[in-house]
């Protein structure tokens, strides 16, 4: 089930809110921002604003009159209370929708809410670990857009494609130097010895939400984490392998390009950020 709404009204089922002359559906000018509401609460509500009034100002949209992360948490508690549901996927989609061929007349904006009933309130930990796989056809671009969960994602879109082709549940994808940045939906953590290392934004992976968090969390208990440089071979080469995205928290790896890896620092995380959610 799944409510929609524009600008903070209700669209009616099976109503349109987006015409063929949009600059999303002509161009991809936008980008979005996957969330996760649980017990009626945002997640990490602030975080996911940051990051929207980010996307928004490298991309140079003039969000909403009065929209600020309060807006938000309103608007998709609406949402979500017209479903009838605590628990909730969010996708929130920003779009330019001035007039203009690639030169916009204005860089006014629409925010489209997207929220989907789930039965989950927290994190779901993966019993059976993830099947990772390389997707090299496509790297990721160097430049700012990079960081960004834009409209444009055909890079993710063909990736995905390739991992259901050859039964992966996931790839790992690289930037124009071979290096890795994530992986189609997530940001990537490589556990060696006694570091947590994960690629810095410099590497162009999306700048996550969830990552932020894991680095957070892991480094007020105690793990060291380091952003540096991954090379496919560290990746080899490491003990434990997992992926972190704001609607999905800590999913671990357990197979990739036939080595297994352990889950012990994954699974201490996923307990740790899972009890974050309902504090005692």
Not at 78 to 84: D, S, Y
Not at 174 to 203: K, M, Y
Request: charged content about 25%; glycine content about 8%.
């Amino acid at each position: 089930m799944t409510v929609y709404s524009i600008n903070g009204k209700i669209v009616e089922e099976g109503g349109a809110f987006i015409s063929p002359e949009s600059r999303a559906y002509r161009y991809g000018d936008g980008f979005f921002e996957s969330m996760k509401l649980s017990r009626k609460i945002l997640l990490h509500s602030d975080l996911h604003f940051i990051r929207i009034r980010k996307s928004a100002m490298l991309l140079k949209m003039q969000l909403p009159e009065g929209f600020d992360q309060e807006k938000l948490e309103q608007w998709i508690g609406e949402a979500a209370e017209t479903l009838g549901t605590e628990n909730a996927r969010v996708r929130c989609t920003v779009f330019r929708d001035s007039a203009g061929l690639y030169a916009p007349i204005d860089n006014s904006c629409s925010v489209v809410l997207e929220v989907n009933k789930t039965d989950d309130s927290g994190y779901l930990w993966n019993e059976k670990g993830l099947i990772l796989g390389s997707y090299k056809e496509l790297s990721k671009n160097a430049n700012f857009t990079s960081t960004l969960k834009t409209t444009s994602a055909l890079t993710y879109v063909m990736a995905s494609i390739y991992a259901r082709e050859n039964g992966y549940d996931d790839c790992v994808l690289f930037n124009d130097l071979g290096r890795v940045t994530e992986s189609i939906s997530s940001n990537i953590f490589v556990v060696q010895g006694e570091f947590i290392n994960t690629p810095p934004l410099a590497e162009y992976c999306v700048d996550g939400v969830m990552r932020r968090v894991v680095i957070q969390r892991a480094e007020a208990y105690g793990f060291t984490v380091q952003e540096q440089p991954i090379s496919e071979i560290s990746l080899n080469s490491a003990e434990e392998i997992f992926l972190s995205s704001a609607v999905r928290g800590i999913r671990w790896v357990g197979e990739f390009e036939g080595k297994k890896y352990r889950n012990a620092t994954a699974k201490a995380l996923h307990g740790l950020i899972n009890k974050g959610l309902n504090p005692e």
